[in-house]
């Protein structure tokens, strides 16, 4: 399958970008490919001009800078994978990378596009829900900060714009007993998720919860967060009686369909499992364990 | 519809050619330059058959446009041997008998070699983690984990001596 002609361009600045982007109403931005190039060979995306990224100075970096970790969109998931930052301090993305796709398409795959594509099967999407997380835009009119929580607007469809290049994404550096875990039930490595839940937690002194993050991935037309269950955990101590209400109204959050993957009961039910378990270990590992 | 001049580094030696922004770097390496070793498998980006090194880093040749390698150091599973004499993974897919079919072989042995220059000394768990892009359909993958243990070892010793 081979994909339909279309014009290319690689620059070199995140400015000639923006106007390469501008000036063709049917571009498309080229980031990992790992999703754009399949579509482009079932004939399901047909640009007209692809603007390469991967040539552009400046979009690939972790770094903890002024409250935030901030990655550039270019990142590719394998360095993400193997940052010792994000082994150690972030949780709850470690064990995200890990289950995108495989190990391959991770070499070439970028945390950029993973979100601007606004799949609810990505990973990334529930997983800055639960964060917290901001998305940075830049434009013909320059750069504006998206909150994660107005990003995911439809099914492939974000608050970008069309002449809109995401450059970043920033997570809160998370505080002194705070833990996250993702965790996936796939049918096999590099499938989509059934159901997958992203978990972030803050305790307080006490050991209650401060803040609580939930994200759903693949169960609705974008990623979901279970608004309900983390106001319902807030304030509240760890307790397994708690997760399991807790994951009660997470499941009831969860909008999923029957498909090749499962039953929608099946599909809930793995929700309300899987949020027990990763608010257990997001616990255990805001507890230092 | 855009042409573009490339110049890349296949296996160590120097290629320069016009080519089409949409085709395919699989179809590069084996229709352009009759570099066939590569197999395209399930051209959906699923199966890893056409796994090269692209860089360094293991990619599905198959969801990369050749433009994009300009300036690229690409390696396929026929830079392997050197001088008619078996890598030492290429020996231990022969030797274990890593194969039935063949079809998945290169880019097996190109996930591989990947792995294996990142982490000379890999768990098992390690390499079937390591292997995971890679479908096998005959094998159940046994001797495959087998024959990159193999190779590990054999080009450990291989370092070793040549630091003796």
């Known amino acids: ?289 | 519809m855009s042409r573009h001049n490339i110049q890349v580094t296949i296996n160590g030696k120097p290629y320069q050619a016009e080519v089409e922004a949409r085709l395919l770097l699989v179809h590069f390496l084996r229709e352009n330059l009759n570099l066939t070793g590569t197999h395209i498998g399930c051209d959906t980006t699923s199966c890893g058959a056409c796994t090269v090194l692209f860089n360094g880093k293991a990619v599905k040749s198959c969801t990369v446009f050749a433009v994009q390698a300009d300036g690229a150091e690409i390696r396929t599973v026929e830079g392997l041997a050197t001088n008619g004499k078996l890598h030492p993974i290429q020996e231990g897919f022969h030797e274990m008998h890593g194969l039935q079919c063949g079809y998945c072989t290169p880019g097996m042995m190109m996930s591989a070699l990947a792995l294996l220059e990142q982490n000379p000394h890999p768990t098992e768990d390690e390499i079937r983690h390591g292997i995971s892009g890679n479908l096998c359909r005959c094998t159940g993958y046994v001797n495959i984990v087998k024959a990159i243990q193999y190779a590990a070892e054999k080009m450990a010793n291989v370092k070793k001596e040549v630091a003796d």
């Open chain 1, 1 to 289: 399958m081979i994909p339909p002609s279309f014009d290319y361009v690689a620059p070199k600045t995140l400015s000639e970008a923006v106007a390469a982007l501008g000036g063709n109403e049917n571009a498309k931005i080229l980031a990992g490919g790992q999703s754009l190039i399949p579509l482009m060979r079932f004939r399901l995306a047909s640009p007209a001009l692809l603007v390469d990224l991967n040539r552009v100075e400046g979009l690939s970096h972790i770094e903890e800078k002024e409250g935030w970790l901030k990655i550039g969109a270019m990142t590719r998931e394998a360095d993400v994978e193997r940052s010792s930052l994000i082994h150690n301090k972030y949780p709850l993305l470690a064990d995200t990378v890990k289950v995108i796709s495989d190990p391959i398409v991770r070499n070439l795959g970028t945390v950029g596009g993973n979100l601007a594509n606004a799949d609810p099967g990505n990973d990334h999407p529930a997983t800055m829900l639960a964060y917290g997380a901001e998305v940075v835009a830049v434009g013909p009119k320059g750069e504006r900060v998206i909150p994660i929580t107005s990003f995911f607007l439809g099914l492939y469809e974000s608050a970008l714009s069309r002449d809109e290049i995401l450059t970043e994404v920033r997570i809160p550096v998370p505080r002194p007993r705070s833990g996250g875990a993702y965790l996936k039930v796939e049918r096999k490595v590099g499938d989509f998720a059934t159901a997958a839940v992203a978990v972030q937690v803050e305790l307080d002194d006490q050991g209650n919860f401060a803040s609580v993050g939930i994200g759903l991935t693949n169960v609705g037309l974008t990623a979901i967060k279970a608004t309900t269950a983390e106001d319902f955990l807030k304030g509240k101590p760890p307790s397994e009686e708690n997760f399991r209400e807790a994951a009660k109204l997470a499941a009831d959050a969860a909008q999923p369909v029957a498909d090749v993957r499962g039953s929608e009961e099946y599909k809930r039910s793995l929700v309300r499992t899987l949020t027990v378990r990763a608010l257990r270990r997001a616990v255990q590992r805001a507890k230092g364990g």
